[in-house]
């Protein structure tokens, strides 16, 4: 069993620039291949309409990137049930002693949740990057002209994709791997946390199922934890 994580953020620069707005956990069951929701929480941040209203984007924009390119509004941040502490003590308590994942674990994990105040590093073990496993695959079909999208496929190859590090993106990965589109998404996803951990559990479900030695740890835990914070 693997727990994947999706954060969504106030944006790329990581902690402690940036902030995680909201959290989404989903179960893939390696044997039964089950893929199941576990959490989903917004967090709750009192000054975030002074954070939006003075953040800078890479890119030179003002205001949170998120805030306006989802249907995730400020308002949902300032009216949110739980507070930072209490979303960061219930995620520690479902991750402890557990295998994670996420689809960008140099994203999620690195930038944010390996970070305080999350600290995840030490109370569990990551097996995969689900982006490198996926990458590998959909671009050896692509190039083996495998896809059954065939404009997919022509534009993942002419983005070079797989090369120079760059990374085939979640949801073309899903498009690629997933052509029966099991969570029906055919019209589109709303780029919230706990449907990109449902997604990116298909994905792997998908590129597992293909795998021999499905146990493939790029990491451990450096200690077992007590039960004590």
Known sequence: ???????????LRGYPDDRVLEIGIAEYDELSKDIV??????IR???MREFDSSYVNRDGTNGVWIYRNSDMTLEDTLNAEKDLATVVKEVREIVRGKAITSYNVGFDFGRFLYCEPWDLKWITARRYDVMELATE???NRARSDELEDKSLQNRLISEGCGINSRCVR?????RALCPDDPMGLVNGQTHRALDDAVMEGWILRSILSDRTAPYVFRGRMKRRWNGNE
Do not use: F, R
């Open 45 to 47: 941040y009192d000054d």
């Open 37 to 42: 929701p576990v959490y989903s929480e917004l």
């Open 1 to 11: 069993m693997v727990l994947i994580i999706d954060t969504e953020t106030t944006g």
């Open 170 to 174: 979640s949801q073309d990965a899903y």
């Open 137 to 139: 695959k959909v671009m």
